[in-house]
């Protein structure tokens, strides 16, 4: 009996082992996989938690045409996604927040590229008896609300502009974010760029020193603390926001025009705005009639200089994929499409990826 | 001496004993080289800020300003908090299932509190937030203020979210632990203890006092603390209620936030080193206040158990 008890333990060693030895093989991407099998690939991407159900499907039906590839993409995060790559213990990174300047000088395989994946906006939305589905907010007043100077839903300024609704006296309660993310990047952003206070008081980030309000973790976490918390108002991610049919505010845009959240206003928003070369921007508050103020890129994050050929062709053909076909799949899961002008820019920015000098795709 | 080393000899037996010796040190090896990797990870914050970082309310990753003393207050307060009102019900359940209830219900309600266990700690959240939030808010908080308000305790306005329903769910959550391990240690203490104590002419409640409740108390105190261990890292239903604000405030109501809850928020968009190092400071406090705790549990629960036996009759 002892023998036996000794044998199982002996399996459940070897077992462990050989466990922990695949565990080591998939934690190295960056060995090559030699020149000899140049169809098949296994990459692995890691980051942006915002992107993750859009890729996810991508992933899968990209896979359907080209089964010979393998792709692996945790939502671990953006910050977790930044490090990673920039760590070159992964192949590909995504992040709802572009990268700074010092991080950029920080990474171990050279120059990373930002390539737009998808667009997101963040709804406002809240809770309040008797008020209308799409109250309206002015920036300066959201900002004030978030600060925790205006305090009363009753308050003279949030009337101003909605004419003909009475709103209760009643305490507002402000909910946030209290994990970090994409949205609230994106939403710290947009007030950060309409209230100078904000700027100086509090700035843009994915976490944040909030000034008032309840935090709850993930969208979830906010969308119950505002539906269980009458007087309530926060942000979510618009797809959330749409999929729950909470009420959600319409936002006065730079040209005055007030507008609702939708995936055509966040297009617009991303046609309109003026996008560098490296395409490392905010979109909030684009200018455009139709522009929706508070939306925001998620970009990959590429070396331009692959080390593997295999493995950097499939991730170039992927991705191009991801920002041509890819994005039919976008509107079925409240993502708004990247604008045909700025998918076109992005094409040739794959087409500058090179492996020892030569680009991967033409 | 010469019994020993027969038995030592044996070549099976010194494998088994080396075998086993290697697990017990593994457990030694693994604690202090987490130990070390956290502070390794923590030094850049360690260095940056001191002692100033345990002193400091503000908590700003734009501004890379890191404080961790609205954490640590939230966690003790929700803990303590949670002990009080688990301890005392605990026990009591424990000695209800134990001396008093009838073998078929003593099953039942033993295997439904030992369930309370079993429930996944994101469903006690979902339940925090749906339920006992709201009704804190609507209920428990305005009738609070109403009769004790005048201890600031119960001051401020009820949101619902906050200290006072991270304690309650904390307490829930710790209630089994204490529940089970108290009535465990009352279940081991000699049925003769009882017997004397009733022959003696002792009611049920002197006999429980007097026999059973000293008899038990050291393992009675060693279940309160491994419940209060759960508390400190208890994570996901702590941040789902507790309104994740590091602020200091006295009320009960207002929102606060916990140590373990920070960490598991923030951790995967730290987007820079300092940020990232200054989470692994708290986790490594968090460590430290746990081990400081232990320690003192098991010296209280030594110390308990090298008193005398019985109980004093008075």
């Known amino acids: 009996m002892f023998r036996k008890k000794g044998r199982l333990l002996a399996h459940v060693l070897t077992a462990v082992l050989m466990l922990s030895f695949v565990g080591c093989g998939e934690k190295n991407p960056g060995t090559p996989t030699g020149q000899g099998q140049a169809e098949t690939a296994n990459l692995t991407g890691s980051g942006s938690s915002f992107v993750y159900p859009l890729l996810n499907q991508q992933i899968e039906e990209y896979r359907k045409g080209n089964s010979n590839i393998t792709i692996n993409y945790q939502s671990s995060g953006s910050g977790a996604g930044i490090k990673q790559v920039s760590e070159q213990t992964i192949d590909f990174g995504a992040t709802d927040g572009p990268m700074t300047d010092e991080q950029l000088k920080a990474t171990k395989g050279g120059q990373l590229l930002h390539i737009p994946l998808t667009l997101g906006a963040v709804a406002v939305t809240y809770n309040v008896p008797n008020a209308p589905k799409e109250l309206k907010i002015a920036p300066t007043v959201l900002a004030d609300i978030f600060l925790g100077k205006i305090t009363n839903w009753n308050d003279q300024q949030i009337a101003n502009d909605n004419p003909g609704v009475s709103l209760p006296d009643s305490k507002i309660t402000v909910a946030h974010r209290s994990d970090g993310s994409g949205t609230t990047y994106i939403f710290s952003d947009y007030l950060s760029s309409i209230s100078p206070e904000w700027l100086s008081k509090v700035g843009k980030g994915t976490s944040l020193n909030w000034p008032a309000g309840l935090g709850g973790k993930g969208n979830a976490g906010v969308a119950g603390v505002i539906q269980q918390t009458s007087g309530s108002i926060g942000y979510l991610e618009l797809a959330y926001a749409v999929q729950n049919n909470l009420p959600y505010a319409m936002m006065k845009n730079k040209e005055g025009k007030w507008v609702p959240p939708s995936l055509q206003t966040t297009s617009a928003a991303a046609a309109a705005a003026t996008i560098p070369d490296d395409m490392r921007v905010s979109i909030v508050n684009a200018p455009g009639a139709d522009a929706y103020p508070i939306a925001g890129f998620s970009w990959a994050l590429i070396y331009k200089d692959q080390t593997d050929k295999a493995k950097g062709t499939a991730l170039v053909n992927f991705i191009n994929w991801s920002i041509h076909d890819g994005q039919a799949l976008s509107e079925g899961l409240h993502y708004a499409k990247l604008p045909a002008s700025l998918v076109s820019r992005e094409e040739e920015m794959l087409k500058s990826i090179t492996f020892q000098g030569e680009p991967l795709i033409k | ?314």
């Open chain 2, 1 to 314: 001496m010469s019994k020993k080393r027969i038995l030592t000899t044996s070549m099976g037996d010194q494998t088994l004993r080396l075998l086993t010796l290697l697990m017990a040190v593994s457990v030694l090896v693994l604690m202090a080289w987490m130990g070390w990797q956290m502070f390794d990870a923590a030094r850049p914050s360690i260095q940056k800020f001191g002692l100033s970082f345990i002193t400091n309310r503000v908590w700003d990753p734009v501004k890379e300003q890191f404080g961790a003393l609205p954490f640590i207050y939230g966690t003790l307060v929700t803990s303590l908090l949670a002990l009080l009102l688990a301890a005392p019900i605990g026990l009591g359940v424990a000695i209800f299932l134990n001396e008093m209830a009838e073998s078929k219900f003593r099953a039942v309600v033993g295997f439904l509190v030992e369930m309370l266990a079993a429930i996944p700690s994101v469903v006690y959240g979902l339940w925090g937030i749906f339920v006992l939030a709201p009704w804190l808010r609507e209920t428990v908080e305005p009738g609070l203020a109403k009769w004790l308000g005048f201890i600031p305790l119960f001051q401020g306005t009820p949101v619902g979210f906050g200290m006072l329903a991270g304690g309650l769910i904390l307490a829930v959550m710790i209630l089994p632990t204490i529940a089970a391990i108290s009535r465990e240690v009352m279940a081991a203490v000699p049925n003769m203890q009882r017997e004397a104590a009733l022959a003696l002419g002792a009611t049920k409640w002197e006999m429980i006092r007097v026999a059973v409740l000293p008899y038990a108390k050291s393992g009675i105190m060693g279940g309160i603390m491994l419940g209060l261990g759960r508390a400190l890292g208890e994570t996901m239903a702590v941040t789902m209620v507790i309104g994740n604000r590091p602020d200091i405030l006295p009320s009960l109501f207002a929102p606060a936030y916990s140590m373990a809850a920070v960490i598991a928020n923030e951790f995967t968009e730290a987007t820079y080193d300092l940020y990232l190092s200054a989470l692994v400071e708290i986790g490594l406090i968090l460590f430290g206040i746990t081990l400081v705790l232990n320690f003192f549990a098991r010296l209280l629960v030594w110390s308990v158990a090298r008193g005398p036996k019985g109980g004093n009759v008075v």
